[in-house]
């Protein structure tokens, strides 16, 4: 009898905490949905590294949107962040990350709101996609 009671306790637990993580995944889920229902499309031009790049923007800026930046481009691209602190300077990230072509790829993490940032690609051939902050 108390190994029965044991078995039902430990299954009504799990499946208490089964429903706590579903409804967090669920919350995770739709804050990712929203932020990149935001997203905006690029194009960086062939001969640099960067976008945005003088003369059309010198920096993107992050929104409260999103609490990671996000980028996906139409081809496979390898792209880091470069935060740019209002003191001045850059600030890059020492690894790049590999954007595949069409998905969702997510370059910089719990970045706060209105931080100045540029993308800098490793091939300086042109790049289209979306990104979302």
């Not at 690894?95 to 910089?108: F, H, R, V």
């Amino acid at each position: 009898m108390q190994v029965r009671k044991r078995f039902v306790a430990s299954v009504v637990t799990g499946v208490i905490a089964a429903s706590g993580l579903i409804a967090t995944t669920a919350g995770q889920a739709s804050a990712a949905g929203a932020c990149l229902d935001n997203a905006q499309s690029y194009t960086k031009a062939s001969g640099t590294h960067l976008y945005p790049n003088y003369p059309t923007l010198n920096y993107l800026l992050t929104s409260a949107n999103c609490a990671d930046i996000n980028i996906k481009t139409n081809t496979e691209r390898y792209v880091k962040v470069c935060f740019l602190p209002s003191s001045g300077g850059r600030q890059c990230q020492a690894e790049y990350k590999l954007a595949k072509a069409d998905t969702w790829m997510e370059i910089a993490t719990d970045v706060k709101d209105n931080t100045r940032y540029q993308f800098y690609f490793r091939s300086d051939a042109s790049s289209s996609g979306q990104f979302a902050d």
